[in-house]
């Protein structure tokens, strides 16, 4: 296609940890003025192939290119000097300091040996520009929205003015409308000639933002071709190795009129006066741009936080729960979205993980039995999928079995509403299906699904009615017969009144 | 026997030869037998005996605060519980109470009640529980000064006096203090849903409390039994000297903490064990002794001690980083 040497490549790197091979002969060439998709489930080794371009890590064998010379030893600081900005999966963000500050971080501008803060907040105002973040630069990171974090970081790679940009799943935790703000911004960085790594689970993006993708599965290249004349059902198989069944099961109405929680005039953190009914056998869609409030709706509901209302019945009982405690005895659960700061204890094993709500309920001082838990923690494993040694920490699993945990330490308790924050967020492909297997069944079993995401075909897909939040308001509640991609956003942006107004 | 390192027992037996508490306990073998070598006297039943006595006070004292640090906090008033013990007994006997077991009791009341005021103001003012328990110590001292001057108190008090000189079977009543305690310790800590809670709070505070945890009472709870362990360790030490004075529990707030740490715990919460810090207890009396054979003079011991210390964790007690 072009001549030009490529701005960044490898050839013919492997990389094992351990003995475990994770990368075995990849190659892959980033060219200018392309969006260049790296496609794989979790584990398939993108975040290696990402750490050996940028320098983190050293190939075992084969090299790493710069301008189509080759690196004798990359390392990140070469790789800066080459023009290469990394936005992580992991933010790297320091919460105690400004965006200013964690934009800047380790490139302040210097004036007579110190920090210049007026050219750091003109230049960092320039990279917030790019990414659409008006928030003040002086806000601690610390107080931003997940979404917003994101966007911080993505600026943050912007101020270093990359030749080489690589994102890792940038969307996940992002709004349909920063999603835009994203994508507009990556066609023009193409337009400038900077070349793009883009990694996303989600493939419509992919196919709308990229011209080429280099495909992983375990480990190995099984693609490395130009988008044109591929579609998404095409790109699934290269990466699982099989046809792909729909992604989402077919839907079957399990509706029954029966309120599992209803509350009227509900407060809570940014909601305000909201009146909902949860039916038993529905999934609830939540959704709305990121930060409107949502999350307080769950966590207010849960008990986790204060919350008020006119009057409250949760599975028959009035009145709220007002503990998280009091909200599980009443069968309530909740799976946090960020599973690794509140939903799992990472440094312990996997086991203790999933029995830890049953150790909150039971009697404190009633002996435990070791071999109970072990086959409790291999039934739920094994009806999960959760591969491996069940005693090894949380931390040592990869992202979508880590949800898998935090959803698994639930089911013993069999809880009648499922409150779930972003379940599938930076969760490959096949977990998805099996989440949402899982969930549909729950409904059909006849317990209530509360689903709040920022994966809007998710909501259109698995939902049987969506409430859309906007400044702390449930401005919309879709039923199922005009649920719709674009019926959410307009909802959650608030051009409907305007189309009425026209 | 090639298999034998595949096998379930001798991975078994090696993650036992590998854990932290049998490492500090092989550590303890170490120093007595070198220095038992070194110097007359030292290896002899009565004196090592006489060491693990020694070791009770603080291993007594380190349980508490072995539960604290395992649930994500600290306890430095535990040292003016020790004292606050010590001196209130004495005090508080009375006549109509012949086997001085209601006075213990009462003093032990007390003492845990004063872990859980430490509690409430971590637990649900939000202070730092380093600020807490320090702010009642402080406390504590002053009314101790108030209440008992710079005078010593004699200990009239007979189950206090049995506890601190009985034999039974030729083992010091202190020994066996411990030992008991040890065990509803580590049964407590390892076998209960409570203990896997405090655990749980350590390593993720808010994970734990989406999980149910009621994390509020858990620090009572917590607090409470180290204000508990340092009040019994005030009573047995009150048994060994006779006498209670102010600052007769201040040795061990540094020792009850290094027992913790060299014994293998977290001091960042949420990982650790009770059976690391009894044989870590054991080395702290052990070094300290090991320094009065030398013969400085008290303010080259003190130096000594506090650099064995950071030696000794420096060998052993340092942690991976944490993401």
Same mark, same amino acid.
């Given at each position: 296609?072009?001549?030009?040497?490529?701005? @960044?490549?490898?050839?013919?790197?492997?990389? *094992?940890?351990?003995?475990?091979?994770?990368?075995?002969?990849?190659?892959?060439?980033?060219?200018?003025?392309?969006?260049?998709?790296?496609?794989?489930?979790?584990?398939?080794?993108?975040?290696?192939?990402?750490?050996?371009?940028?320098?983190?890590?050293?190939?075992?064998?084969?090299?790493?290119?710069?301008?189509?010379?080759?690196?004798?030893?990359?390392?990140?600081?070469?790789?800066?000097?080459?023009?290469?900005?990394?936005?992580?999966?992991?933010?790297?963000?320091?919460?105690?300091?400004?965006?200013?500050?964690?934009?800047?971080?380790?490139?302040?501008?210097?004036?007579?040996?110190?920090?210049?803060?007026?050219?750091?907040?003109?230049?960092?105002? /320039?990279?917030?520009?790019?990414?659409?973040?008006?928030?003040?630069?002086?806000?601690?990171?610390?107080?931003?929205?997940?979404?917003?974090?994101?966007?911080?970081?993505?600026?943050?790679?912007?101020?270093?003015?990359?030749?080489?940009?690589?994102?890792?799943?940038?969307?996940?935790?992002?709004?349909?409308?920063?999603?835009?703000?994203?994508?507009? @911004?990556?066609?023009?960085?193409?337009?400038?000639?900077?070349?793009?790594?883009?990694?996303?689970?989600?493939?419509?993006?992919?196919?709308?933002?990229?011209?080429?993708?280099?495909?992983?599965?375990?480990?190995?290249?099984?693609?490395?071709?130009?988008?044109?004349?591929?579609?998404? *059902?095409?790109?699934?198989?290269?990466?699982?190795?099989?046809?792909?069944?729909?992604?989402?099961?077919?839907?079957?109405?399990?509706?029954?009129? /029966?309120? /599992?929680?209803?509350?009227?005039?509900?407060? /809570?953190?940014?909601?305000?006066?909201?009146?909902?009914?949860?039916?038993?056998?529905?999934?609830?869609?939540?959704?709305?741009?990121?930060?409107?409030?949502?999350?307080?709706?769950?966590?207010?509901?849960?008990?986790?936080?204060?919350?008020?209302?006119?009057?409250?019945?949760?599975?028959?009982?009035?009145?709220?729960?007002?503990?998280?405690?009091?909200?599980?005895?009443?069968?309530?659960?909740?799976?946090?979205?960020?599973?690794?700061?509140?939903?799992?204890?990472?440094?312990?094993?996997?086991?203790?993980?999933?029995?830890?709500?049953?150790?909150?309920?039971?009697?404190?001082?009633?002996?435990?039995?070791?071999?109970?838990?072990?086959?409790?923690?291999?039934?739920?494993?094994?009806?999960? *999928?959760?591969?491996?040694?069940?005693?090894?920490?949380?931390?040592?699993?990869?992202?979508?079995?880590?949800?898998?945990?935090?959803?698994?330490?639930?089911?013993?308790?069999?809880?009648?509403?499922?409150?779930?924050?972003?379940?599938?967020?930076?969760?490959?492909?096949?977990?998805?299906?099996?989440?949402?297997?899982?969930?549909?069944?729950?409904?059909?079993?006849?317990?209530?699904?509360?689903? @709040?995401?920022?994966?809007?075909?998710?909501?259109?897909?698995?939902?049987?009615?969506?409430?859309?939040?906007?400044?702390?308001?449930?401005?919309?509640?879709?039923?199922?017969?005009?649920?719709?991609?674009?019926?959410?956003?307009? *909802?959650?942006?608030?051009?409907?009144?305007?189309?009425?107004?026209? | 026997?090639?298999?034998?390192?595949?096998?379930?027992?001798?991975?078994?037996?090696?993650?036992?030869?590998? =854990?932290?508490?049998?490492?500090?306990?092989?550590?303890?073998?170490?120093?007595?037998?070198?220095?038992?070598?070194?110097?007359?006297?030292?290896?002899?039943?009565?004196?090592?005996?006489?060491? !693990?006595?020694?070791?009770?006070?603080?291993?007594?004292?380190?349980?508490?605060?072995?539960?604290?640090?395992?649930?994500?906090?600290?306890?430095?008033?535990?040292?003016?519980?020790?004292?606050?013990?010590?001196?209130?007994?004495?005090?508080?006997?009375?006549?109509?109470?012949?086997?001085?077991?209601?006075?213990?009791?009462?003093?032990?009341?007390?003492?845990?009640?004063?872990?859980?005021?430490?509690?409430?103001?971590?637990?649900?003012?939000?202070?730092?529980?380093?600020?807490?328990?320090?702010?009642?110590?402080?406390?504590?001292?002053?009314?101790?000064?108030?209440?008992?001057?710079?005078?010593?108190?004699?200990?009239?008090?007979?189950? !206090?006096?049995? &506890?601190?000189?009985?034999? %039974?079977?030729?083992? %010091?009543?202190?020994?066996?203090?411990?030992?008991?305690?040890?065990?509803?310790?580590?049964?407590?800590?390892?076998?209960?849903?409570?203990?896997?809670?405090?655990?749980?709070?350590?390593?993720?505070?808010?994970?734990?409390?989406?999980?149910?945890?009621?994390?509020?009472?858990?620090?009572?709870?917590?607090?409470?039994? =180290?204000?508990?362990?340092?009040?019994?360790?005030?009573?047995?030490?009150?048994?060994?000297?006779?006498?209670?004075? !102010?600052?007769?529990?201040?040795?061990?707030?540094?020792?009850?903490?290094?027992?913790?740490?060299?014994?293998?715990? =977290?001091?960042?919460?949420?990982?650790?064990?009770?059976?690391?810090?009894? %044989?870590?207890?054991?080395?702290?009396?052990?070094?300290?002794?090991?320094?009065?054979?030398?013969?400085?003079? %008290?303010?080259?011991?003190?130096?000594?001690?506090?650099? &064995?210390?950071?030696?000794?964790?420096?060998?052993?007690?340092?942690?991976?980083?944490?993401?």
């Amino acid at each position: 296609m072009t001549t030009r040497a490529p701005l @960044l490549a490898a050839r013919g790197v492997s990389k *094992a940890f351990f003995g475990n091979p994770v990368l075995r002969d990849v190659s892959i060439a980033l060219q200018p003025g392309r969006v260049h998709a790296l496609l794989g489930e979790n584990g398939a080794g993108k975040s290696t192939l990402i750490n050996l371009l940028s320098g983190a890590l050293r190939p075992d064998s084969g090299t790493i290119e710069v301008d189509g010379r080759a690196v004798a030893r990359m390392t990140p600081a070469l790789a800066r000097q080459a023009g290469v900005a990394v936005v992580q999966q992991e933010l790297s963000l320091t919460a105690s300091l400004s965006i200013a500050e964690n934009i800047g971080l380790g490139a302040y501008p210097k004036r007579f040996g110190l920090v210049d803060y007026r050219e750091l907040a003109a230049r960092a105002k /320039a990279a917030c520009k790019l990414v659409g973040l008006d928030e003040p630069l002086s806000t601690p990171v610390g107080n931003l929205a997940l979404g917003r974090r994101q966007m911080v970081e993505i600026a943050k790679a912007l101020y270093r003015r990359p030749r080489v940009l690589i994102l890792d799943e940038p969307t996940s935790s992002l709004s349909a409308t920063e999603t835009k703000i994203l994508t507009d @911004l990556l066609e023009r960085l193409r337009g400038e000639g900077v070349a793009i790594l883009y990694i996303s689970h989600r493939l419509n993006e992919v196919m709308a933002l990229c011209q080429h993708v280099t495909v992983l599965k375990d480990g190995t290249c099984t693609a490395d071709r130009s988008l044109e004349g591929t579609d998404a *059902a095409g790109l699934v198989r290269l990466m699982v190795g099989r046809d792909p069944g729909d992604l989402f099961p077919k839907w079957q109405p399990s509706l029954s009129p /029966a309120a /599992a929680i209803s509350v009227a005039k509900f407060s /809570a953190g940014l909601m305000r006066d909201v009146d909902l009914d949860i039916r038993t056998g529905e999934v609830l869609g939540i959704g709305g741009l990121v930060g409107q409030g949502q999350e307080d709706l769950l966590l207010g509901l849960y008990g986790a936080i204060p919350a008020r209302t006119a009057s409250a019945t949760v599975n028959g009982v009035s009145g709220l729960p007002g503990g998280v405690p009091k909200a599980n005895a009443l069968g309530l659960a909740y799976v946090p979205a960020d599973r690794k700061r509140e939903g799992l204890h990472l440094i312990h094993p996997i086991i203790t993980n999933m029995m830890l709500p049953a150790f909150a309920r039971m009697p404190a001082l009633k002996l435990r039995s070791r071999k109970a838990e072990g086959e409790k923690g291999k039934s739920l494993a094994a009806q999960l *999928a959760i591969k491996g040694d069940l005693q090894r920490p949380a931390q040592a699993l990869s992202g979508g079995n880590q949800q898998k945990v935090a959803l698994a330490k639930w089911m013993p308790h069999d809880p009648l509403v499922l409150l779930l924050n972003d379940p599938t967020r930076g969760v490959d492909v096949e977990t998805k299906r099996e989440i949402y297997l899982m969930l549909r069944a729950f409904a059909a079993a006849g317990k209530a699904v509360v689903l @709040l995401s920022s994966d809007t075909p998710e909501l259109v897909h698995l939902c049987d009615r969506v409430a859309v939040v906007r400044e702390g308001r449930i401005v919309r509640m879709l039923e199922r017969t005009v649920l719709s991609e674009e019926a959410i956003v307009s *909802a959650a942006i608030g051009a409907e009144r305007r189309k009425v107004a026209a | 026997m090639t298999a034998w390192n595949d096998s379930a027992g001798g991975r078994r037996a090696r993650a036992i030869l590998t =854990s932290r508490p049998f490492l500090t306990l092989a550590m303890v073998a170490a120093v007595w037998i070198v220095a038992s070598f070194v110097s007359r006297g030292f290896g002899a039943y009565g004196h090592l005996r006489y060491l !693990v006595e020694l070791g009770a006070v603080i291993g007594l004292v380190a349980a508490g605060q072995t539960f604290v640090v395992i649930a994500g906090g600290i306890d430095l008033s535990v040292a003016a519980i020790v004292t606050v013990s010590a001196i209130s007994l004495p005090l508080l006997s009375w006549q109509a109470d012949p086997t001085g077991l209601a006075s213990v009791l009462a003093v032990l009341a007390l003492t845990t009640a004063i872990g859980v005021v430490n509690g409430l103001g971590v637990a649900l003012l939000r202070v730092h529980p380093m600020i807490m328990t320090l702010a009642m110590a402080t406390f504590l001292q002053g009314l101790l000064i108030i209440i008992a001057g710079g005078s010593a108190v004699t200990a009239e008090n007979p189950l !206090v006096h049995w &506890l601190g000189n009985a034999r %039974p079977a030729g083992i %010091p009543a202190g020994i066996l203090l411990w030992l008991a305690v040890s065990v509803i310790v580590l049964t407590v800590m390892h076998a209960t849903p409570f203990g896997a809670r405090i655990f749980a709070m350590g390593a993720n505070p808010l994970a734990a409390s989406l999980s149910g945890v009621p994390v509020t009472s858990t620090t009572l709870t917590v607090y409470g039994i =180290s204000g508990f362990t340092a009040g019994l360790a005030g009573v047995l030490v009150l048994g060994m000297n006779g006498q209670g004075y !102010v600052g007769i529990g201040d040795p061990y707030l540094l020792a009850s903490i290094a027992a913790v740490v060299l014994g293998g715990t =977290s001091i960042l919460g949420g990982l650790g064990t009770y059976a690391g810090t009894i %044989p870590g207890s054991i080395l702290l009396v052990t070094i300290t002794a090991l320094i009065t054979v030398v013969n400085a003079s %008290p303010g080259w011991r003190s130096i000594l001690f506090g650099s &064995l210390i950071l030696g000794l964790l420096l060998l052993s007690g340092r942690e991976q980083a944490r993401r």
